[in-house]
């Protein structure tokens, strides 16, 4: 069994089984919310309302690794593919009931793309027709950040960021993650 | 048959704003009032001069569709309306086409509007019966084809109002929104 | 009806536009007409080439849908503390949430609206209508508390809200409560120590005053910690009705509305 297949099995069990279920409408239309008011707050200033919402996710990412890892009783992954695979079909499930396709690695295997065929943070959305929103925006910059956050937790720099997203007229949304490094023990995780 | 249709906010400004004419018993589709040249701004006088009568029945009657709520005979004007919980309206002109004796009166307008309405609003008044949607404004038929129309328009202004970065009062610009309407005024007036 | 002139008179140019437009169109017939569309389309909003937009997606489609509790925790989380630092006290801080909260309500009462009218097999909005027609709007307070208990409580939460009462004092008759035993939205939220006061179901007491308000009744809506020893998150959403609601309240009663 590919380790694929496995995560997407550990996925859907955990999801059926040890997660605790609300309204997904909710947590769609409070994101949308924060998103809205991010906006406003900064004024139409997309770069850093992109960046605010990364902050956000990392917050996030450090406190959801636990829960994560109490859930899931997952071990060690052995290298960065199966990682990415956790990632996508545990984490994304157990969170958003969704799995992203991994996708477009790197020869050297420290970079993956996570394509959504769905989104359920964009469900309803429709970005501002400023002539802006669509070339600045990216309306999910908080799951770049969760990323980041989580995987710092469990000694993996990460970089990541969104290359297309269906809001903005493209025709898939993507997110490129990147392996900085490993962590050494030693290092304390950065605190924002 | 022609048709300005409005939405209207909680406060009265104006959101989004169509003209068009009947798709049914052989219409074009394409608005021909009887006073071309004037026809914008009588729409509107029009439609904001039945708000008051709107205000009133809104709290007498909980029904979304309100149906024919109000008419303006010197302009042949009928209006329906529909309520959306959340305060906007949706407000519905009609002006059934000219009798073709008085239609030579219209013939002064712009010509590219009118080239096409004598022979138009003859042409189907005469096919047309009575009680159909494209000839009479307040027959049961009509107020059920309203009433489909609103609903449809209702669907996709609710899909307008779902999004985050809608504020309530903010005008609907959407290409798609404009078409779906259009849409909904080909399939059911 | 204090609209100030600019926006009519935009709208105005905008239906000559629509207006014509539309008919150059339809008298071009159907390779015109797609031409149109496509340059109208490149002045606004990009769209995949699937043309797939906010239009093409049921609205019934996440009805039934399910996310992780803990999601909604996280962002519910950093969204107070993100209020939290933009605000000088507790009180800025509950009408901030209040704030965000008011035009999700909006959104949510047609949301609401929409699936009643589309679902004739699901339970109708109000008690008094038969689940074949479609949905009354509350004219009279009654009917836009049991909305509210009922179900919008049932859209957020799934379930309906533990109580609904009338204040019993005679000073202050327009103010009403729903009580929530367990609000989801303070489960998983930490209070800071100096912030103990704070009851972060501000934000669905804004949501409240969103519903209130898109119906026609202008109220003040707070929220208030009363817990209890089985049930120490109970919150009390206070809703105070405006004066004019009050007025028209009486003349709807005399003229027999319900």
């Not at chain 2, 029945?57 to 529909?82: E, V």
């Not at chain 2, 309203?146 to 202004?157: A, G, I, L, S």
Request: with cysteine.
């Amino acid at each position: 069994m590919s380790s694929a297949t496995k995560a997407s099995r550990i996925g859907e069990e955990l999801w059926k089984t040890r997660v605790d279920k609300v309204n997904a409408e909710l947590v769609t239309l409070t994101y949308g919310t924060i998103v809205a008011q991010l906006c406003q707050d900064y004024d139409g200033n997309y770069q850093e309302v992109n960046k605010q919402l990364e902050k956000m996710g990392y917050n996030i990412g450090m406190r959801l690794i636990e829960d994560f890892l109490a859930k899931s009783n997952v071990g060690r992954c052995a290298n960065f593919r199966e990682t990415a695979d956790m990632i996508a079909k545990v984490g994304f499930r157990i969170f958003l009931n969704i799995a992203p396709t991994v996708t477009n690695w790197t020869s050297d295997n420290n970079q993956f793309s996570l394509v959504f065929d769905e989104n359920p943070l964009a469900d309803f959305v429709e970005l501002p027709d400023d002539g802006r929103a669509q070339d600045e925006l990216w309306f999910s910059n908080i799951l770049c950040g969760v990323l980041r956050g989580a995987l710092e937790m469990v000694q993996m720099q990460i970089e990541a960021h969104f290359v297309s997203d269906v809001l903005r007229g493209d025709d898939t949304t993507e997110m490129r993650v990147s392996l900085v490094r490993y962590i050494e023990d030693e290092m304390p995780p950065d605190e924002e | 048959m022609s048709y300005y249709f409005t939405v209207l906010s909680p406060t009265d400004v104006p959101l989004f704003n169509i003209a068009f004419g009947t798709s049914k018993s052989g219409g074009d589709g394409i608005a021909r009032f009887r006073f071309p040249d004037t026809a914008q701004y009588m729409n509107q006088f029009i439609i904001h001069s039945s708000l008051d009568v709107v205000e009133e029945a809104q709290w007498m009657n909980g029904n979304m569709y309100l149906k024919h709520i109000d008419t303006y005979p010197p302009a042949s004007a009928y209006i329906s309306a529909f309520l959306t919980p959340s305060g906007a309206r949706f407000l519905l002109l009609h002006q059934p086409p000219q009798l073709p004796t008085n239609a030579s009166s219209a013939t002064t307008g712009s010509s590219s509007l009118l080239g096409s309405s004598f022979s138009g609003s003859a042409g189907s008044s005469s096919r047309a019966s009575a009680s159909s949607v494209a000839a009479n404004p307040t027959s049961p038929q009509t107020e059920e084809a309203v009433r489909q129309f609103m609903t449809e328009v209702y669907e996709n202004y609710v899909k307008t109002v779902m999004s985050p970065f809608y504020r309530q009062g903010m005008e609907i610009k959407s290409s798609v929104f404009r078409s779906k309407v259009t849409a909904a005024g080909r399939k059911w007036l | 009806m204090t609209q100030p002139q600019p926006p009519r008179h935009a709208a105005m140019l905008s239906i000559s536009n629509g207006g014509s437009s539309l008919a150059a169109a339809a008298d071009k017939q159907q390779p015109p007409q797609h031409l149109h569309t496509q340059s109208q389309s490149s002045q606004g909003l990009r769209v995949p080439s699937n043309r797939k937009t906010i239009y093409d997606r049921h609205l019934n489609r996440s009805r039934n849908a399910e996310l992780s509790r803990a999601s909604f925790a996280f962002l519910f989380a950093e969204m107070v503390t993100y209020a939290q630092r933009r605000v000088t006290g507790i009180q800025d801080l509950e009408k901030r949430l209040n704030e965000q909260g008011y035009p999700l309500g909006l959104r949510l009462l047609d949301l609401l609206f929409y699936r009643t009218m589309s679902s004739s097999t699901s339970s109708s909005l109000s008690s008094s209508s038969t689940s074949s027609s479609p949905p009354n709007r509350p004219l009279r307070i009654l009917p836009l508390l049991h909305l509210i208990h009922g179900p919008l409580w049932r859209l957020l939460f799934n379930r309906p809200a533990d109580a609904l009462e009338h204040s019993v004092s005679p000073e202050t008759p327009n103010e009403y409560m729903i009580t929530d035993n367990d609000p989801l939205v303070n489960t998983y939220i930490s209070v800071p120590k100096e912030m103990n006061m704070l009851n972060c179901a501000a934000f669905v007491a804004g949501i409240i005053e969103g519903v209130c308000d898109g119906c026609g009744f202008e109220a003040k809506v707070t929220a208030h910690n009363q817990p209890t020893e089985m049930w120490p998150g109970r919150t009390i959403f206070l809703l105070r009705f405006g004066e004019s609601v009050m007025e028209r309240e009486k003349v709807l009663e005399r003229a027999g509305v319900k």
